[in-house]
C-alpha cells in the first residue's frame, strides 16, 4: 500500500511475517513463532532482527514445557524468573540483541509471572509483601508504570517506611510525569536508608544525575549513594514548587 506516494512496511511481505511472529510470542506460541522465522530466513537470511527473533524463541521452545507441570503458582513465578534471568545470559553469551522480538517474549513471560504470583498471594502459599513488591517490579520493567504504582501503594500500606519500595515508587511517577509526588518519595526514601536503594533499578535521569554528579565530587562509588540526599538538599533538588492558588 502506497501512503502519499511512498511505500510502507505493510509493502514487504518479510516485514508482515516478522510482525506475526512477534504476536505469537506474545501469545508464547513460541513453536509457531520459530516456523515463522524459518520461513523468512528461507526467503532472506539477514533479515533484519530475525536471527535473534529465532534464537531467542528456541531457547523458550526447550524451557517451556517445564512449566506445563503440575506446580503451584509461587513456585512456577519463581521458576520463570529464574529461566528469564537465565535469558539474559543466554542473550549475553549469544548476542542476541534487545528488540522486537525479545519484547514480545517479555512480554508473555512476565504476564505469565504475574498471574501466578497473584495467585499465590490470593492463596496465602507466598511471602508477604515480598511477593507484592516483585508483581509491581514485573509491571514496572513492562513500562505499564500506572499499574506498577497500584501494587506500589498497596504494598506500602504495609510497610511505610521501605525505601526501596519507596524509591520504585517515586520512579514510576517521575515516569508518568507526576513529578512533584516522585520528588516527595525519593526525599523520603532517601533520607531514610540510601544503603537500601538499588541504583540500577531506577530509571529516572532526574536521580541518574544526581549520583553522576555526587560521583563526580567523592570519586569513591562505595559510599556515593550516602551522600547524594546530601547533595539533594543543598541543590534543593527534592524540593516541591507550591501550585499557586
Keep these: 500500500m502506497e501512503n ?25 506460541m513460541f513453536k509457531e513463532a520459530i516456523a515463522m522465522y524459518e520461513s523468512i530466513i528461507e526467503e532472506n537470511p539477514n533479515y533484519p532482527g530475525v536471527g535473534d527473533g529465532a534464537k531467542a524463541s528456541k531457547f523458550w521452545i526447550n524451557k517451556i514445557n517445564k512449566f506445563k507441570k503440575h ?3 509461587y513456585d512456577k513465578g519463581k521458576l520463570l524468573l529464574k529461566e528469564w534471568k537465565d535469558f539474559e545470559k543466554y542473550m549475553n ?17 512476565f504476564c505469565d509471572i504475574i498471574e501466578s504470583f497473584t495467585c499465590a498471594y490470593h492463596e496465602g502459599v ?10 509491581g517490579d514485573l509491571f514496572k520493567k513492562l513500562g505499564n508504570y500506572v499499574k506498577a504504582i497500584d501494587v506500589y501503594e498497596y504494598t506500602r500500606t ?3 517506611e521501605d525505601p526501596s519500595l519507596l524509591a520504585k515508587l517515586g520512579d514510576c511517577y517521575f515516569s508518568i510525569d507526576e513529578t512533584s509526588k516522585a520528588k516527595v518519595l525519593f526525599r523520603e526514601a532517601f533520607f531514610i536508608d540510601p544503603g537500601q536503594i538499588e541504583i540500577d533499578q531506577i530509571e529516572s535521569p532526574f536521580i541518574h544525575m544526581l549520583h553522576k554528579k555526587t560521583l563526580e565530587m567523592l570519586k569513591n562509588p562505595e559510599i556515593t549513594i550516602y551522600w547524594v540526599p546530601v547533595l539533594a538538599e543543598i541543590k534543593s533538588a ?8
Design 126 to 135: 507466598a511471602p508477604d509483601t515480598d511477593i507484592l513488591i516483585q508483581i
Design 71 to 73: 506446580i503451584n503458582p
Design 4 to 28: 502519499g506516494g511512498q511505500l510502507t512496511f505493510d509493502d514487504d511481505p518479510l516485514f508482515v511475517k516478522q510482525n506475526k511472529a512477534h504476536k505469537l510470542l506474545e501469545d508464547g
Design 93 to 109: 553469551r549469544n548476542h542476541v540483541r534487545h528488540g522486537r522480538s525479545t519484547v514480545a517474549i517479555q512480554k508473555y513471560i
Design 158 to 160: 504495609f510497610n511505610i
Design 238 to 245: 527534592f524540593n516541591v514548587k507550591r501550585e499557586p492558588k
